[in-house]
């Protein structure tokens, strides 16, 4: 078990860009895949991107992000990156970051760590 650490958040102008860092720390458990997620005011929580940590390092991109957005990791780390170029106003959200875990000695069910979230604005 242990914690998602979030970092990168901030406000910058459309077109402009960020990247969201999240690191899962602690011990006795294995990364099964990382994403990111978004929520506004007001709207429930989309999907943003998500990535395996197993079985090949695949991606998935919501639609609307497609193009801008770039999701990476550091298998060392236990880290995934998230790079959002091209910034618009909709993008504004609270993005959190979500890993699927299991259990380095346990049951072999699947478990889930939520970060706190992080502040993204897109204004001018």
């Known amino acids: 078990q242990g914690r998602l650490v979030e970092s990168g958040g901030g406000l910058v102008q459309p077109g402009g860009s960020l990247r969201l860092s999240c690191a899962a720390s602690?011990?006795?458990?294995?990364?099964?895949?990382m994403g990111w997620y978004r929520q506004a005011p007001g709207k429930q929580r989309e999907l943003v991107a998500t990535l395996t940590f197993i079985s090949g390092g695949y991606t998935n991109y919501a639609d609307f992000v497609k193009g801008r957005f770039t999701i990476s990791r550091d298998n060392a780390k236990n880290t995934v990156y998230l790079q959002m170029n091209s910034l618009k106003p909709e993008d504004t959200a609270v993005y959190y970051c979500?890993?699927?875990?299991?259990?380095?000695?346990?049951?072999?069910?699947?478990?889930?760590?939520w970060g706190q979230g992080t502040q993204v604005t897109i204004s001018s």
């Open positions: 602690g011990a006795g458990f294995s990364i099964l895949n």
């Open positions: 979500h890993a699927r875990y299991i259990l380095v000695k346990g049951d072999s069910l699947e478990y889930d760590f």
